[in-house]
């Protein structure tokens, strides 16, 4: 089945300085990558996603890229602020498949004023 | 919050008891999920339902049990066999498969605590 590993698992910068967050995944044919943001006691929500037709897509400061050949892929945030804190997973999503989503582990992000 | 509820939001039951977490969603999604949260191991799969009277394990599925009588409605039961049940557990539905695209929603979670 699909692995995904994800790095770092925490993870701090200043205020407006940049946070880049990678994952990798085992099964070539994962087709779906989408990122979560989970805020302290709440649930996690979706921020941006990508398909593997395409090599990076961009959400005001939020950016993803994927290298299919290397299979992983990185969220990258751009002039972090403090509600950007919070605990990031990344996924994949094998084309067709039922069971849907493996997850990462997880990235505690900390933005410090 | 996308229609997703769990009750309760916590819940404390003794060792050897069987208990069930609650998930409804009104977001006439085909699919639902069930995952369990530990610190440090992200999401991990327990069981997921992609129509009504049908489901399927996921990768923890022991000493959890579901049903999917109705389309709104996904419990999860778990099980005295469940060696470490504390945790935090999630439900989530989609309208249909997520590779092709379809955003999977979070309910807000149940923690639970066996004493």
């Known amino acids: 089945g699909e692995n995904v590993e994800q790095h770092p698992s925490t993870l701090s910068v200043q205020e407006g300085d940049s946070a880049v967050i990678k994952c990798t995944y085992s099964d070539s044919a994962s087709n779906y990558f989408p990122w979560y943001k989970q805020e302290l006691g709440k649930r996690p929500q979706l921020i941006i996603d990508?398909?593997?037709?395409?090599g990076e897509k961009k959400d005001q400061r939020i950016a993803v890229t994927l290298n299919k050949t290397a299979k992983h892929f990185s969220l990258h945030i751009t002039e972090t602020q403090p509600e950007d804190s919070a605990v990031y997973f990344c996924a994949a999503s094998i084309s067709g498949s039922a069971r849907q989503l493996t997850f990462g582990s997880g990235t505690q992000l900390t933005v410090l004023p | 919050d996308g229609g997703i509820t769990q009750s309760p939001k916590y819940l404390f039951r003794k060792e050897g008891q069987n208990v069930t977490l609650s998930c409804e969603q009104n977001?006439?999604?085909?699919?639902m999920y069930w995952y369990r949260q530990d610190p440090g191991q992200g999401l991990r799969l327990i069981y997921y339902?992609?129509?009504?009277?049908?489901?399927q394990k996921g990768d923890i599925a022991e000493g959890y049990s579901v049903s999917r009588e109705k389309k709104e409605s996904f419990p999860l039961t778990v099980t005295s066999a469940q060696k470490n049940p504390t945790a935090f557990y999630l439900c989530?539905?989609?309208?249909?498969?997520?590779?092709?695209?379809?955003?999977?929603?979070f309910g807000p979670g149940t923690r639970l605590t066996v004493l």
């Open positions: 989530a539905s989609s309208i249909g498969i997520v590779s092709f695209g379809n955003e999977q929603f």
């Open positions: 977001l006439n999604h085909d699919a």
């Open positions: 990508i398909r593997s037709n395409v």
């Open positions: 339902s992609q129509i009504v009277n049908d489901f």
